[in-house]
């Protein structure tokens, strides 16, 4: 197998093999290839291709009881443990607004999937996973003691596909630049200010043709101010030490993944930092975050404050925020925090 050759199943499974300890996201980065294109090596042995649709999924997946979701983008893994419950679904996105399992969905991203079943000594781990076009994994449903098994193979049977081949062609992924717009400063700050909820950011974005990075660089210090590296693990620690409730979410092309409440058990491995709760697992690339602001944006409820980190490509990796209900005021503890966190010691032109 050359450089330029892309591997067969065949080889994929013998390098896997070959390679047991390490990490399926390594494996296929070692071998150039997608981690879907992973999994499809196995189909026909410990995976089944299903049918990819999110729809179709949300129709039966209340149906496995207790499970563990995941959520991933390249630099933070989002866990959590759960049912799937108050679900609601459109043509464009989909909402699971469980008390642990909180997602906003993106149905139109969700392209390959597949059934799959590991062997952990004489235990039979049980998942089915989720990509998008490229091969990027989009959402993971791994089966626990708790869940429902039979719900599992009923869901796997009624999904499968006749295609049940073994070889996987990614997309080629598109590489949006951070659109630095000509839109003015001025022009920024009057919009920003008019915002009266949240989720109006991402259409005063679109509307003004800006990156979101951009967008926070540029609209002035008093919107959004660059934070040192360390205020991320900072920002944690002073929640554990608070009990206060916070809004963890992390996003990739097809879902966000959202954690609201308190957070206990904080844990430095390495690159990662990791949050080890018993229902919530977060685990962050400290070491690929590029940049961190702490952004404020006005509601009809007066403003609210989120903690945003970003990798080297501007993208955002994890955005934070204090727990609040709609109609109420920021808290006035989270917006200490934020305000306290470490500024970094110098802003780039």
């Known amino acids: 197998m050359t450089e330029q050759t892309r591997p067969a199943p065949a080889e994929i499974r013998a390098f896997r093999a070959e390679n047991p300890k390490m990490r399926e996201r390594d494996v296929a980065a070692q071998l150039k290839i997608s981690e879907a294109a992973l999994v499809a090596a196995e189909v026909g042995i410990s995976a089944i291709r299903i049918d990819a649709g999110a729809i179709k999924l949300l129709e039966r997946v209340a149906d496995l009881g207790e499970v563990m979701a995941l959520s991933r983008n390249e630099n933070a893994v989002h866990e959590k443990i759960g049912v799937y419950e108050n679900i609601s679904t459109g043509m464009h996105n989909a909402i699971v607004l469980g008390e642990n399992i909180d997602l906003r969905i993106f149905p139109s991203r969700w392209a390959h999937a597949f059934a799959v079943t590991k062997k ?42 006749a295609d049940q081949s ?93 954690h609201s409440g308190p957070i206990f058990n904080i844990q430095p491995i390495g690159p990662w930092l990791n949050i080890l709760d018993e229902t919530f697992h977060l685990h962050l690339r400290r070491d ?30 994890i955005q934070f925020f204090g727990k609040r209900k709609e109609g109420s005021d920021e808290r006035a503890e989270w917006r200490g ?13």
């Not at 909820?197 to 008093?222: N, W, Y």
């Not at 952004?295 to 490509?313: F, I, N, Q």
């Not at 925090?337 to 032109?349: N, Q």
């Open 337 to 349: 925090i934020m305000e306290s966190l470490p500024r970094a010691a110098s802003v780039a032109a």
């Open 288 to 317: 690929r975050v590029a940049e961190t602001w702490a952004v404020r944006k006005p509601t009809k409820d007066g403003h609210v404050t989120s903690l945003e980190a970003y990798d080297a490509d501007g993208n955002m990796i």
């Open 120 to 161: 952990d000594g004489d235990t039979e781990r049980l998942s089915l996973q989720y990509f998008d076009k490229t091969g990027s994994a989009v959402h993971k449903i791994h089966l626990r003691p708790a869940s429902n098994v039979e719900a599992y193979h009923r869901i796997v049977a009624e999904l499968k596909l």
């Open 166 to 258: 073994q070889e996987f062609a990614e997309a080629e992924a598109s590489f949006s630049s951070d659109e630095g717009g000509n839109v003015t400063q001025e022009e920024l700050r009057d919009n920003w200010s008019r915002l009266t909820d949240t989720h109006e950011f991402f259409g005063m974005l679109k509307r003004l043709k800006i990156g979101r990075q951009a967008a926070v660089r540029s609209v002035g210090d008093d919107y959004a101010w660059k934070l040192d590296n360390t205020a991320t693990a900072e920002m944690m620690q002073a929640s554990v030490k608070s009990g206060l409730p916070i809004m963890c979410f992390v996003a990739n092309s097809g879902i966000v993944q959202i």
